[in-house]
């Protein structure tokens, strides 16, 4: 294994208990903000005011003698169960190495309520390396006893996903269990020490191996047609479109120049989110709103960012939203209303706040595949692409060669009831921005099942 290969490894390995290689520093608290002081949740839009700093790097030394660069982790997960809504923090420092992993060490936790953060005492919190890549972070408190997961196992027995998504609750005093494979969102810091976005996602299908589905429609537009077969491995996609609040974490730790493109054109009038000394923040009441006027530059580096991350092929893009292509729209056959998604019809003028037409969800239930913002896929568009996939394709991602135009998907506010079909095509060139454009990512579950 090279170091490179270890390095990756860090993220998924090691630990035991808290406190028993002696405390750590509480860290230097959030992101400053305009005036300098540190911001009340590190940047995160959360509220909660971790003491989130950049990994410190640590060199070990190996059975061999090699000595290798390991550096700090810092997971932070939601915390949701029976009318308690939290997020838990946990950092730990490489202290030695079993052959070529690096052994972790708990130093802090942390748990935030109603925006208030306290320190967890030693012997409340863990973060243990199991075996293959599989971690558990946990916490404890109010004689409740909560641990995060991996829900499902992959090839060689290793987890399929870069972050655990499953939380257990068991009672503490008598370990009884109360609750188990709840939902949850997990994330590791970046190198400046900042938490990606936390961001649900969901898995597509939501249960079963590989998809296979008719893709594209004889009742749409040319470039729907030939209708072909698709295979496709399942995956998970956020759940809503690419929030403001998470952009600006993107852009404070990447800035604003994505493959000498910028990410998003921040001049234009519709953008919420300003820059002040080099940390971006979401305007105050749009924290919640899709981000627009990113470049689909700026969107497949941002879900590069995300960590295991990518933007959706064209294919995962319409087998979500078309439920594996058994509905015309996500929700259904029923013509689109304005309760069901927003578009032209509603004369919104402006995108809303994710997930706020439940009733348009898919059958995973992915928000606002169809109205809202449209989207950027990772295909180049090709008018008769589906062509070359006439007799079927395993994972197809369009064009080989530069066309000048990129795919987009879902229709937006501003579109007709016919550009919400789960089958529609648009196209848009990959280095423009549109108040109509928004992202969402997707992650491969990887290595897949068979």
């Known amino acids: 294994m090279n170091s490179a290969v270890r390095v990756f490894a860090a993220l998924f390995v090691v630990l035991g208990w808290a406190g028993c290689d002696g405390g750590g520093g509480s860290g230097?608290?959030?992101?400053?903000?305009?005036?300098?002081?540190?911001?009340?949740?590190?940047?995160?839009g959360t509220g909660c005011a971790f003491p989130y700093a950049p990994p410190v790097e640590h060199v070990l030394t190996d059975e061999m003698g090699d000595q290798h660069t390991f550096s700090d982790l810092q997971q932070l997960c939601t915390l949701d169960y029976e009318g308690i809504h939290a997020l838990a923090f946990v950092k730990a420092e490489p202290t030695g190495m079993t052959f070529w992993d690096p052994n972790y060490t708990v130093r802090?936790?942390?748990?935030?309520?109603?925006?208030?953060?306290?320190?967890?005492?030693?012997?409340?919190?863990?973060?243990?390396?199991?075996?293959?890549?599989?971690?558990?972070?946990g916490v404890g408190f109010d004689d409740l006893h909560f641990v995060w997961e991996f829900g499902e196992t992959c090839i060689g027995a290793r987890p399929c996903l870069s972050n655990a998504d499953r939380l257990s609750v068991r009672r503490q005093s008598d370990e009884t269990l109360l609750a188990e494979g709840l939902p949850a969102t997990c994330v590791y810091t970046t190198a400046r020490g900042l938490p990606r976005p936390l961001t649900p996602q969901l898995r597509v299908p939501a249960s079963g191996g590989a998809i296979t589905f008719s893709m594209g429609s004889a009742a749409g537009a040319a470039d729907e047609l030939p209708v072909h077969r698709v295979t496709l491995n399942p995956f998970v996609m956020d759940a809503r479109e690419a929030s403001n609040a998470d952009f600006a974490l993107f852009l404070s730790d990447q800035g604003n120049d994505c493959a000498g493109?910028?990410?998003?054109?921040?001049?234009?009038?519709?953008?919420?989110?300003?820059?002040?000394?080099?940390?971006?923040?979401?305007?105050?009441?749009?924290?919640?709103?899709?981000?627009?006027?990113?470049?689909?530059?700026?969107?497949?580096?941002?879900?590069?960012?995300?960590?295991?991350?990518?933007?959706?092929?064209e294919a995962q893009w319409e087998a979500a939203a078309s439920a594996a292509g058994t509905r015309v729209y996500p929700w259904g056959a029923d013509e689109p209303t304005c309760e069901l998604a927003s578009y032209d019809a509603c004369a919104a003028g402006a995108p809303g706040p994710g997930c706020s037409k439940p009733g348009g969800a898919s059958q995973e239930g992915v928000c606002d595949l169809a109205g809202?913002?449209?989207?950027?896929?990772?295909?180049?568009?090709?008018?008769?692409?589906?062509?070359?996939?006439?007799?079927?394709?395993?994972?197809?991602?369009?064009?080989?060669?530069?066309?000048?135009l990129k795919v987009v998907r879902g229709g937006s506010f501003e579109e007709p009831a016919a550009g919400l079909r789960?089958?529609?095509?648009?196209?848009?060139?990959p280095g423009s921005s549109s108040a109509s454009i928004g992202v969402r990512c997707v992650q491969e579950i990887y290595p897949p099942n068979k």
Do not use: I
Request: charged fraction near 25%; hydrophobic fraction near 35%; include cysteine.
């Open 28 to 44: 230097d608290g959030g992101l400053p903000d305009a005036d300098g002081e540190a911001d009340g949740d590190g940047g995160t």
């Open 422 to 429: 789960a089958s529609a095509r648009s196209s848009a060139a």
């Open 261 to 313: 493109h910028a990410c998003l054109d921040a001049a234009a009038p519709e953008v919420r989110l300003h820059q002040v000394d080099g940390v971006w923040t979401p305007d105050s009441g749009s924290e919640d709103l899709p981000v627009v006027r990113v470049t689909w530059f700026g969107a497949k580096a941002f879900c590069d960012w995300r960590f295991w991350s990518g933007l959706p092929s």
């Open 108 to 137: 802090e936790g942390y748990l935030c309520r109603d925006d208030r953060v306290e320190r967890l005492p030693d012997g409340r919190f863990l973060l243990e390396f199991l075996h293959h890549g599989w971690t558990r972070m």
């Open 372 to 404: 809202n913002l449209a989207e950027w896929v990772g295909d180049w568009y090709q008018a008769d692409g589906y062509a070359s996939c006439a007799q079927g394709c395993e994972d197809p991602r369009g064009p080989d060669t530069d066309t000048g």
